[in-house]
Every structure is written in structure tokens, then in C-alpha cells.
């Protein structure tokens, strides 16, 4: 059908281009070209017509052999084309003709050329854009943007050729009026252009994709892809080619559907309408996609998000296909199986077999990947491994780009080894001073580890690792130090090494981050919000510049943002007067828009306003709403399991702070049998902390039988240590008194109401005393700042009536503390003496 339909376009598109065209005088090559049914009836009528060929039957005749090959599945198409005698005569009657081309057909033929694989240093490649160069200024817009595809394909996205065509551009951007045309253009010119013309061609594509036909879902492929390339997230543009997408999914295959959402993950773009209408799609396309290049695609893309019964039948197929894999799709397969944490040991010894059997294929990069899937699937192949770390070992050697010998360090790290080789060190040595922060602590957190366990080098030469992590701080420090853009250096500070000279390195970081605090705009406020959340470090001055300039700029920042930007003023427990105010514009922000909120990240965005005290009557009503808990369970089957249950345990707390905080809402208590299971699979040894205290307490207060540990509260809070003590503060024995209770577990509480079960049994003026210890995550990183949630945690037990004694870290480990009398009296002076006063 394909075939027909293109031959009934050709009929009209190649006479448009003919020199000479006339009712009288038949163009019988033409006639002969057109009835053509494959390649070599094409090639036969060049051969035989020779002499008589025009420049319209030469781009004719490319134009035909690109639609057969094009209609070709992949693995149909040959290279035997292009070393066909008549195909080269075409070449060379093409090369020949290029004055007498038109603009349009001067870049098609290019295009065709080009789609036919032949090489970009070939004379008639090269001539076409040399031709098209010279008349660059006039070619249509169009016209500009195939030839700047063309010049993509020949990786020429830095030349000064696409440096004028973005300059073209930035001249001309008004009066582009296709998206299409200015997709393709965005698309190529990505890499070159400025930050003022990027949001312009931002601001231009957005009101044109309104005008575009929807079902062209390739236009807003480009246009994401712009924004991958870019590195700019404008999630206003996102949500409308989204939308677009959603249009086509119904006639998208795995390869295509499979791109999208690679460039979503990058973007950090989630859409629960998306993700359910891609798995809806995907298991419809699992009949269809049987050979390996489709089923690779459909298999990364689906079993992340599939249920288990689907997951094990897409791993069977694998299995069955497996030995027709490429390098790249084992490559593939082997890094989705790590993502899902598959246990299927025969589909994995299949694929480390064809991987095995292509190492010499792999650029550093894939073989860093590998290395990596293998690490997190604790798969066991010795052979495997020590192949892996000889080849990361030569691509070391070799390698003079900092950002590979950063990745390549760390694959190392992921391998088994005895010791570390001594060119490993010497390339390190020589590359760390390129590198940028990201990159250095990536070498650093391998330095680190190697320095812990690699004793037997260690003790042979621990000077060489001292100079060299000496050296690794030093760049860091000079880094920070003369850094001078704060958006280029939040990208660089996203990657978390976790060693200890990067946590040294954190007072440095915020100095320098208060260095540039005049940076801080409504662009980058999201990212040094989440920033500052992640190192768990209070700085006042950073949060209320933060605070300050979202409440300003508000209106500019997408309503999605919002949490973020809550964020660390929730979780490190910091209030002010212009917080206040940012938490209400917040709120003001994005209540019209809470039905377009991931339902997950809403409850998020809830749980945390919770901890702060906060309540917004309508966020609460949608969230404990049936429609919004039926979206949340859809959503949450197509979620990473560890976000699934994150998800859970935040839903959990938000009903349980709103049943105790806010009975006036009437949301029901409806989690106590999922804590109850959740508590009997998370039971765990108690801590050696935790064992002490409970012995140290028992012989403050006269005896085992005066104090529990581990206990659990009503709404499923677990007290670290529990003693009763009567109005006269005596402790009261547990022989005689039970733990509180929520009555009639199995039914569903509303409100206050079960507080009205909760069974104390007491007699008259005595009370529960909830001991808790604060470990140093319940602080601020930089003080003794108590978090958000440890205070939440405080403010819940004693609305339960608890009178709640808290034991921070930094006092029982302290100095003063030194002895078994110091700790009890520490302890006596904790119950009696806050209970007194």
C-alpha cells in the first residue's frame, strides 16, 4: 500500500520539477520511473537512459530508491545499494547537475542522498552542502530546516555552517509560522543556541503546536528533545506536547513510545495519564512485537511498570529471543533487568553470554553500564567480571576526557578486585584537575572506598592515596571557590558522593552558595530548595532568599514547583514571617490546579504541609476523596516499588496526622491493619542504643517490669521506651496496667472518635511517658536543630495523651556522659525533672 500510495505521489511531485513540460511530448523516462515496483527496475531504467537523464529524473530515481529502502524493515535493508554501478552513475550525474537544481530540490537530494547511507565525506555529498552553503541566506524556512537536519546527520551541530543557520533563525523566528519547520530547526540547532533565544523559540513553539495538526506526534518529539538538549525543563510546553501524545498513542510503536519516555525520565517529567496509557499500549503491542529490535524497545520500556504475572511472561519471550539479541539490545535488556531487580538467573546468564561475546563492540560508556547493571543485579559471574575490569582498566589508560575517567572510576569501584592497578592511579592523577565538582566527587567516593577496603595496597604505598584524595579536596575546594554561576554549579552539586571530605566540603558549599545569593531567581529557586533538603543543612539566609524570591516571582513559577520549593522549610523545621507568606501565596498557587498534580506527589506535597501544621481544607477533601484514591492505586501499580511504598508510608502519616490534627475534617482512620502488617515485616533486633537506655531506665525506675520497649501506640506510632507513672510520679508496674489500645481494630475510625476507644486504664492523674531517642537524622546536619517530623512525631503522642521525653544523640554520647551513674542520673533527671517542672 505504502508503494502505491507513493508512486501516486510521485506522479505529482516529479512533473512539478520537470525543465520542460508539455501536453504534446510525453517524458517516457519519467512514465518508466513511476511504474517502477523495486529498486532494480529503478536502476535498470538509469542504466538504459543515460544519455537522456534531466536533474528531475535523477532526484526522482533517489527519491523512489529512499521510499523502497525506507519501506524495508531494518534488518531488510542492505548496503549492496550503494556499490550498484548505476546507482553510482547517479551519484555522479547528480553531482554534475547541482547548478541546475532548484533550492528544494538541492536539499532533498541531499536528504535522499544522505537516507541511502552514503558517506558525508562522498564529492556529491559534500558539493550539495557546498552548494547550499552559497545560498544559504535565501532558502526558504522550510527549506532551512531539512538542510539543517542534514548537516545533523553528518554530526556537524557545532560547525560554523549551523552557527549561521541559528543565526538565521534568531532572525527570522517571527516569521516562522509551522511548527513543524521550527521543531526541526530547534531540534538541530540545540547545541548552539543562547539562553535568550532558547526561551524565545520556547515561547514561539508554544503558541504554534496550538495551530499544528495533533496527530504529527513527531513535532513535539522534536520539541522535547529540544529541551533534553537544552537541559531546560519548561513544564508548561511539556504538558502540551504531552497532551499531544496522549492523542497518538494508539498508533505509536514500541520504538517510538520508548523514546518519549526516555527523554521524560531525563527531563524528570512524570504524567500519570501517560505512564497508564503507555502500559495500556504497550501490552496491546507484546503480540505484534516479535523480532528482537521491536521486542528490546517494548521489553525495556514495559516490564518496569508491569505487574508480576505480565513481567515474568515478557522475561520468558526474552529468554526465547535472547541468542538473536545485538550487543546493543542484550545491553538493553541486561541494564532493564537490573531496574526491576530481576531474579530470573537462566534469562540472565543468556544475556551475560551475548554480552560477553560483543565486549570488544562496547565503547567505555556502554562497558560502564554493564558494569553497573551487573553491580546491582549481585549477579555472580567471575569470567564475566574479570573481562569487565581488564577493558575498564585499558579504556582508562587511554581515555583524556575527565567525565569518562569519572564514570570508568567509578564501574571499577562496582567490580571485585584485590587491588587497584597502578595505571589506574596514574590516570587519575593526571585527569583530576580537569574535572569539574560532579566529577570529583565521583573519583572521590571511589578513592574513598578503595582507602577502606583495598588494605593489602593500602598498606604497601597509603601515601599515594592520601596525596591523591589531598588532591581531589584541594580541586574541590578551588572549585567552589572560584566558581562564579550558580545555576552551572547546582547542576554540578546534584551528585552526592556521601564521603567524608564532601560532607568536610559542605560549609564551603554554603559560602559559596551565599557568595552568589544575588543569582538566586524563579529559575533556579527549585533546584537550591531541593539542594539544601537533600545535605539536610538549616542556612537561614539561603531559605529566606529562597522564600523571598518565590514569593515575588510566584506567578512565573509553574505550580508543580511548588513542593520543591516547600520542601526544605517543612522537612528542616524552619519558620519565619516570610515564610508564612510563601507557604500561603504557595497555596493560593496551586489549589485552582490540584487535580493536575502526579496523585503521588500530591500526597507528598500534603504530608509535608502536615508536618509543618499545616492543613489546606481543600488539598485534604481531594486527597481523602474515592476518585483521588482510585487514581493513587492505578498510579502506584506502574511506580518503582520503593517509590511505591514511600508513597504508602506518606499516605499512612497524612492520615494519621489528619485524624489527630484536624477531627473537624471527618477523614476516617483507615491504615491500621496495613501498619500492622507493615510492623510485622519490618521487626527488626533492637539497637544497641536502644537495649541500654531500656536497662539503664529499668534500674532508674526500680525494675524490668516498669519499662517497655518498642511498643506501639494507637494510630501505629512506635514509642522507643514506655513507662507509667502515677499523679505522684512513682512508676506503676506493667504487671498491672495494659498498653493503649484502639478498640474494634478491624473497623474504620472517624475523626477524634477512636481517641474516645483508646482504653488508658489508668487510675486517676497518672500518664504514659513515651521515651524516644533522636538519631543525628532526626537533626539539622550543620546544628541541633530538631527536623519536622521528629517534632510531628513529639506533637502526636501527646494529643495520645503521652508525655513524651526525648533523648538526642549529641547528649548521650557526649563526654559528660561518660559513666553508667552519669547516664542514669542523666535519665532520673529526664523523667522526674521535666515531668516536675
Known sequence: MSVIMFRLRCATSCPRRLLHV?????????????????EDQVLDVVGKNKAKLTVSHVSCALEMLCQFQRDKPLLLRTEELKSHPQFLTLRIMAEHK????????????????????????DSLVQQLVLEAWLRIDGLPMSVLSKFANCLSKQFLHHSPLMGQITRIVDQKLASIDDARTLSSLMKCTSSLVSPRLQDALISRVYDLLDTMDPSNY??????????????????????????IFLLNLSRMDAVHIKSIMEIYQSLQFNNNDFRLAVRKRLIELIDSSTDPYSYTKLFVALAPMANLEIREGLENTAFLLADEFSAWQALSVFEALAEIQSRNLGLMNKIASVIQGNLHVYKPMQVAK????????????????????????????????????????????????????????????????????????????????????????????????????????????????????????????????GDWAEEMLLQETMV????????????????????????????????????????????????????????????????????????????????????????????????????????????????????????????????????NMLTQR????????????????????????????????????????????HKMLAEVLGGINYVQKEVIAPY?????????????????????????????????????????????????????????????????????????SSLMKKRHLEILGYRVIQIPHFEWNSMELSTPDAWKEYLRKKIFGELSS
Not at 488539598?619 to 481523602?624: A, C, G, Q, Y
Request: net charge neutral.
Open 716 to 788: 501505629c506510632y512506635t514509642i522507643n521506651i514506655e513507662c507509667i507513672l502515677d499523679k505522684h510520679l512513682q512508676p506503676l508496674p506493667y504487671s498491672n496496667w495494659s498498653k493503649p489500645q484502639i478498640l474494634d481494630r478491624e473497623e474504620v475510625h472517624w475523626g477524634t472518635s477512636s481517641l474516645k476507644n483508646i482504653k488508658h486504664e489508668l487510675p486517676p492523674g497518672a500518664q504514659r511517658v513515651a521515651v524516644n531517642i533522636l538519631k543525628p537524622s532526626s537533626f539539622c546536619k550543620n546544628s541541633h536543630h530538631l527536623k519536622g
Open 370 to 497: 554493564i558494569t553497573q547493571a551487573l553491580y546491582l543485579l549481585k549477579y555472580q559471574n567471575p569470567e564475566l567480571s574479570t573481562k569487565l575490569r581488564i577493558i575498564l582498566v585499558n579504556f582508562l589508560q587511554c581515555s583524556v576526557l575527565p567525565r569518562e575517567v569519572a564514570m570508568l572510576t567509578r564501574s571499577l569501584l562496582m567490580l571485585p578486585s584485590q587491588r587497584v592497578e597502578e595505571a589506574v592511579m596514574s590516570r587519575i592523577e593526571t585527569i583530576v584537575t580537569q574535572c569539574n565538582f560532579k566529577d570529583l566527587n565521583l573519583i572521590s567516593s571511589a578513592i574513598a572506598k578503595w582507602l577502606r577496603n583495598d588494605t593489602s595496597f593500602c598498606n604497601n604505598t597509603p601515601g599515594r592515596y592520601v596525596r591523591l584524595m589531598t588532591t581531589l579536596n584541594r580541586c574541590r575546594l578551588e572549585r567552589l571557590q572560584t566558581a562564579d554561576r550558580l545555576d552551572l554549579m547546582l547542576e554540578e552539586l546534584k551528585h552526592n558522593s
Open 650 to 693: 506518606r499516605l499512612i502519616e497524612l492520615n494519621r496526622a489528619v485524624c489527630l490534627e484536624c477531627p473537624e475534617f471527618q477523614v476516617p482512620w483507615f491504615h491500621e491493619r496495613v501498619c500492622q502488617q507493615m510492623q510485622n515485616r519490618g521487626k527488626s533486633m533492637p539497637g544497641s542504643v536502644l537495649q541500654q537506655i
Open 512 to 643: 559559596m552558595l551565599q557568595r552568589m545569593m544575588d543569582q538566586i531567581n524563579w529559575t533556579n529557586v527549585q533546584d537550591l530548595a531541593l539542594f539544601l533538603t537533600k545535605k539536610r543543612y538549616l542556612c537561614p539566609p539561603l531559605m529566606q532568599r529562597i522564600a523571598s524570591v518565590a514569593t515575588k516571582d510566584i506567578d512565573k513559577i509553574h505550580y508543580s514547583a511548588t513542593f520543591a520549593i516547600l520542601l526544605p522549610f517543612c522537612f528542616l523545621n524552619y519558620d519565619s514571617a516570610q515564610v508564612d507568606e510563601l507557604r500561603d501565596v504557595c497555596i493560593r498557587h496551586f489549589t485552582p490546579r490540584i487535580s493536575s498534580f502526579e496523585p503521588h506527589v500530591l500526597v507528598f506535597l500534603a504530608y509535608w504541609l502536615a508536618v509543618a501544621e499545616c492543613f489546606p481544607e481543600e488539598l485534604v477533601r481531594e486527597i481523602f476523596s474515592i476518585d483521588f484514591l482510585g487514581k493513587l492505586d492505578s498510579e502506584l501499580e506502574t511506580l518503582p516499588e520503593n517509590l
Open 98 to 121: 547541482i547548478p541546475l537544481m532548484d533550492d528544494l530540490m538541492l536539499v532533498d537530494m541531499l536528504y535522499h542522498i544522505l537516507r541511502l547511507n552514503v558517506e558525508p565525506h
Open 218 to 243: 513527531n513535532t513535539p518529539r522534536r520539541v522535547v528533545k529540544f529541551m533534553l538538549n537544552t537541559k531546560c525543563s519548561h513544564p508548561p510546553l511539556l504538558e502540551k506536547c504531552n497532551q
Open 22 to 38: 508539455g501536453t504534446v511530448n510525453r517524458d517516457q523516462v519519467l512514465e518508466q520511473l513511476q511504474v517502477c515496483p523495486a
